[in-house]
């Protein structure tokens, strides 16, 4: 019955499965929704879609899938044959309500529709502003991101005044859908390898052999024997390179940190400025005023947690080998031995690079930092997580 | 049975929709959505106004799904044997019920609310999967098994800390619950302050939305905190007049306690105050 709409939502990728769809024949039978679309939109949706991130892409099929089942026929075949490029939003514009209040309706809905008809077959070109070509961010009944009150939206995602009339046109979840976080999902799936388990904690869970070994022991009276749960015991401690070069790479640096959050219980996490000196900071805005000394950085957290540097590591040599090289701040000594320190100290290290692997060879400092992390540099790709997962867990 | 929304919650007709179809077919509803965007409350709503009863299950990181079902708790049993009890010979003296027992042997049909199960391990869920579609589970140590007398309405809130397992997701209807428009939280406030003055509403409402849209907020106030904002704006009886933000001075909405939760937050407030103040002097 609505196995075009199943059909369509499985080549959008939208995980449907056969068992989604007859729990939706089932409510249908049961008459869930019965007599108007906005209800089977709504049932259909609850039904098929499982994640917030597709509900944008189930509003689309749905549209296309059912696009002339209530209201105008005319106009939804006329959308076909509309050029996108006319619609592509070129230019925002603000009426003040008094520029609106003077906009006059045009009439009903059929004469909209003829009048669009007929302006369709006037017009040849792509058209922008003005109020009487079909086109973007004009006054025209017809187009998208204008206003006229009684206007039909063509090609908008979004309704810009709240005054039209189909809900599945609106894509009101297009921010969620998935195609950006897509990145973060990836590098989770390889900080997962992170996890280790390990015994740390309050004993809470019966040791059996334990107990009967000490039981036996006891002269066969009994002696409980409590070991701690298993629990995923990562513990990291994240830099993160701020600013200068690095603010192209920010977008993937925050999608890896918003990713490692949720996978480690320790987790701690700095930021330093191309390369790591006698101080961090925790907090990027304030950078200036809370600084956190290193040497503070390792007295507090102990060897046993894994260091991940996340930098593009392209800077002057002198920044890194010389006192007094950074570009910020005067440093006593240079960052190539609080490089070494931090690493003296924690066993487990790996620097994540976003830069190419290929192009590594044309900024020396990537190759001077690389013989300081003992060639534990990795590049910002999902097999560079892995491998240096694979590094951290040895 | 159909839910229709009660006199305090106000709900969309989407998520109407979802509420009565996992109702009528007795599937399991999952609920998203942002913090503070009545979640959690659903559940309570559904069983005042159906008149059910109301079981709920608060998740843990430490919770396991065994949990729900039942426990048996050995050490007592240990314990008591040491001790010469009787009751030790009685294995279901040991035998502890969940939450999920408690939902299958009601007497009338229940609400069960399973609360941020994605607080829990990500196995948590796939564990649950057979429970949730068959409505049963066997206790091996009494070797019985628990049906449902009557298939609980099962609704379940996440808050996106971990993805579901695809094959739970199949079972459940899903509903994800937008950040109300003005209109419908013009509604919500209606509900919990019917004598309120509507020019206080307008004005918070404006102030409200516009706190939400400040780029570089942190933690976006949600409909919970309004209400307490407005609760607080009531009990010191402000007026709408102390709202309006077009005073350089009063740029930090009074009683901004119940609104930003962030102390970074409250900073960039003062930081946007100051420089507003800068503008009006030049």
């Not at chain 1, 049932?43 to 944008?56: F, G, I, N, P, Y």
């Not at chain 1, 790591?276 to 304030?286: A, H, I, K, Q, T």
């Not at chain 2, 599937?27 to 009545?38: A, D, F, S, Y």
């Not at chain 2, 559940?43 to 799904?65: D, F, M, N, R, Y």
Request: charged share 30%.
């Amino acid at each position: 019955m609505f196995i075009n709409l199943f059909l369509e939502l499985k080549k959008a990728q939208v995980r449907v499965s056969v068992k989604e769809y007859l729990t939706l024949v089932e409510a249908m039978d049961r008459g869930l929704a019965q007599f108007s679309v906005d209800e089977f939109y709504y049932l259909s949706r609850a039904t098929l879609v499982k994640d917030e991130r597709h509900l944008d892409r189930f509003d689309r099929v749905f549209g296309r899938v059912f696009k002339g089942l209530e209201g105008g026929t005319a106009l939804n075949e006329l959308l076909v044959q509309i050029p996108e490029a006319w619609l592509k939003k070129l230019v925002e514009r603000y009426l003040t309500e008094e520029e609106k209040a003077k906009i006059q309706s045009l009439g009903g809905w059929d004469k909209l529709m003829e009048t669009l008809r007929e302006r369709l077959a006037e017009q040849k070109g792509r058209h922008q502003g003005g109020n009487k070509w079909i086109g973007t961010a004009g006054t025209s009944p017809f187009g998208a991101h204008g206003y006229n009150p009684e206007g039909v939206r063509i090609g908008q995602d979004k309704s810009r005044h709240r005054r039209a009339v189909k809900v599945w046109d609106q894509r009101e979840y297009k921010n969620l859908d998935d195609q950006v976080v897509i990145g973060t999902r990836n590098i989770k799936l390889a900080l997962r390898r992170l996890r280790k388990f390990a015994r740390q904690g309050a004993p809470d869970v019966l040791d059996l052999p334990g107990t009967i070994r000490s039981t036996a022991h006891n002269g066969g009276y009994l002696d409980l024997q409590l070991v701690p749960e298993r629990r995923n015991t990562v513990k990291v401690l994240l830099f993160m390179d701020a600013g200068g070069s690095m603010d192209d790479w920010i977008r993937i640096c925050e999608e890896l940190f918003s990713a490692a959050r949720s996978e480690f219980k320790h987790l701690e996490y700095f930021y330093f400025h191309n390369c790591v000196y006698e101080s961090v900071w925790r907090d990027n805005r304030r950078r200036h005023v809370e600084r956190l000394p290193t040497w503070d950085v390792i007295h507090t957290y102990g060897p046993d947690y894994k260091l991940i540097f996340v930098g593009d590591a392209s800077m002057s040599p002198y920044e890194i080998v010389t006192p007094g090289g950074s570009v910020e701040h005067w440093n006593a000594e240079p960052g190539e031995i609080w490089m070494r320190r931090l690493l003296q100290h924690y066993e487990h290290a790996a620097w994540l690079n976003p830069v190419r692997e290929d192009y590594w060879n044309y900024t020396p400092s990537i190759g001077l930092l690389g013989k300081l992390m003992e060639n534990r540099m990795y590049p910002l790709t999902l097999g560079g997580l892995d491998r240096a997962m694979r590094e951290l867990n040895t | 049975m159909r839910f229709q929304g009660t006199k305090i919650y106000v709900a969309t007709e989407d998520l109407l929709m979802a509420v009565n179809a996992a109702i009528t077919l007795r599937r399991p509803l999952l609920i998203k959505g942002e913090p503070g965007t009545g979640k959690t409350i659903l559940a309570a709503e559904i069983a005042q106004s159906l008149g059910a009863p109301l079981i709920e299950w608060h998740i843990k990181s430490t919770t396991k799904a065994q949990h729900g079902l039942y426990e048996y708790d050995a050490v007592a049993r240990l314990r008591d044997s040491q001790l010469g009890e009787a009751r030790v010979h009685d294995i279901r003296n040991y035998i502890v019920r969940g939450k999920l027992w408690d939902a299958f042997v009601s007497e009338r049909v229940p609400v069960l609310l399973i609360d941020e199960i994605d607080k829990a391990d990500i196995e948590f869920p796939n564990d649950l999967l057979l429970e949730l579609d068959r409505m049963e589970f066997h206790v091996y140590e009494t070797k019985e098994t628990i049906k449902a007398r009557h298939r609980p309405i099962v609704v379940i809130t996440s808050n996106n800390e971990k993805e579901l397992p695809d094959a739970f997701l199949r079972r459940c209807f899903f509903h994800y619950i937008r950040f109300p428009d003005r209109d419908t939280m013009e509604a919500i406030v209606r509900v919990h302050f019917p004598d309120i003055q509507k020019k206080l509403i307008n004005q918070a409402l404006t102030t409200f939305f516009e706190v939400r849209e400040v780029p570089g907020i942190k933690k976006k106030p949600s409909t919970s905190e309004l209400l307490d904002w407005l609760k607080l704006l009531v009990a010191e009886d402000v007026p709408a007049e102390a709202l309006k933000t077009s005073e350089a001075k009063s740029l930090i909405p009074p009683l901004h306690g119940a609104l930003l939760k962030h102390e970074a937050d409250v900073h960039l407030f003062e930081r946007l105050a100051f420089l507003q103040r800068r503008e009006g002097r030049t």
